[in-house]
């Protein structure tokens, strides 16, 4: 079993920058991938990027490309989400989950943490 722990959120300034982390620990031989959601209030949680631990493969969504960098460091078992030049739509609770693979299927990933919420004010 997988668990995660997220940190790194606040309040920003559009504009400004955050950097997210996403610690794992427990029986992560069985996660290849690690994957960052989002979920703002009334709204569906949707995918922002994804990282293979062993390639370092990455896959981001759209409108995160160019703003946001998703990176891992395999022996500290932790991903992170560096997030610049952010706007207020990128305001939600941001959720990092692990799968198999990488992919932007959010009923991939079997394992979530307990969210991290960011604020970006305009």
């Known amino acids: 079993q997988v668990q995660l722990v997220e940190s790194g959120g606040g309040l920003v300034q559009a504009g400004g920058s955050l950097r997210l982390s996403c610690t794992a620990s427990g029986r992560t031989s069985n996660s290849g991938a690690m994957g960052w959601f989002r979920q703002a209030p009334g709204k569906e949680r949707e995918f922002v990027a994804a990282i293979k631990w062993s390639l370092g493969y990455t896959l981001y969504t759209d409108s995160v490309k160019g703003r946001f960098t998703i990176s891992r460091d395999n022996a500290k078992n932790t991903v992170y989400l560096q997030m610049n030049s952010l706007k207020p739509e990128d305001t939600a609770v941001y959720y990092c989950?692990?799968?198999?693979?990488?992919?932007?299927?959010?009923?991939?990933?079997?394992?979530w943490g307990r969210g991290t919420q960011v604020t970006v004010s305009s």
């Open positions: 989950a692990a799968s198999r693979t990488v992919t932007s299927t959010l009923a991939a990933y079997n394992t």
